[in-house]
T-cell receptor
Framework: LAKTTQPISMDSYEGQEVNITCSHN???????ITWYQQFPSQGPRFIIQ???TKVTNEVASLFIPADRKSSTLSLPRVSLSDTAVYYC????????????FGKGTTLSVSS | EPEVTQTPSHQVTQMGQEVILRCVPI?????FYWYRQILGQKVEFLVS????????KSEIFDDQFSVERPDGSNFTLKIRSTKLEDSAMYFC???????????FGPGTRLLVL
């Protein structure tokens, strides 16, 4: 599976848009990009998944350029409750494989 | 919204003791997973389970670990003889047929003394 690289930490203020970029240079043709969120002492929670271009749901948007070597998770108008660790994962197209987590990006939102 | 549940939420045990961690996956899911997260470290894959057998396991999942689906709802992780380094949060996850998204439970915090 492709290795992912994302910033260790980011700081933001309430109401701002936060963009977390992840690089995955060796992504394979059948791989998907998936983002999870984890609050302290809780299990990871699925946020969004995409293959290419742009995906949007009620929580976030995911932008994936044509070469798919990077992706950007966009959180609109963050609040204090968005303070968490955000993980970018590359998931093999063959469903059922294990999720391989990195260290993620710790997002701290202040008022 | 259906959720993965885990019991107990906390477990304290003595080194060398056996522990069983329990999970109830989402009811129509067919794929089950265990992960662990040592305090301050990343989430690590342990094992995946489908059709009543292990489909994949990591190096962490040695002979001290076993998994079982004893009935139609529960999915368990047994650690036969716990070690201090087994202290961690253990997360169960499940997934439905044909989907990639894994849904995680709230975890069991295991402390081995």
């Amino acid at each position: 599976l492709a290795k992912t690289t994302q910033p260790i930490s980011m700081d933001s203020y309430e109401g701002q848009e936060v963009n977390i970029t992840c690089s995955h240079n060796n992504i394979a043709t059948n791989d998907y990009i998936t983002w999870y969120q984890q609050f302290p002492s809780q299990g990871p929670r699925f946020i969004i998944q995409g293959y290419k271009t742009k995906v949007t749901n009620e929580v976030a948007s995911l932008f994936i350029p044509a070469d798919r070597k990077s992706s950007t998770l966009s959180l609109p108008r963050v609040s204090l409750s968005d303070t968490a660790v955000y993980y970018c994962l590359v998931v093999a197209g063959q469903a059922g494989t294990a999720l391989i987590f990195g260290k993620g990006t710790t997002l701290s939102v202040s008022s | 919204e259906p959720e993965v549940t885990q019991t107990p939420s906390h477990q304290v045990t003595q080194m060398g003791q056996e522990v069983i961690l329990r999970c109830v996956p989402i009811s129509n899911h067919l794929y089950f997973y265990w992960y662990r997260q040592i305090l301050g470290q990343k989430v690590e894959f342990l094992v995946s389970f489908y059709n009543n057998e292990i489909s994949e396991k990591s190096e962490i999942f040695d002979d001290q670990f076993s998994v079982e689906r004893p009935d139609g709802s529960n999915f368990t992780l047994k650690i036969r003889s716990t070690k201090l380094e087994d202290s961690a949060m253990y997360f169960c996850a499940s997934r439905s047929q044909g989907a990639e998204t894994q849904y995680f439970g709230p975890g069991t915090r295991l402390l081995v003394l």
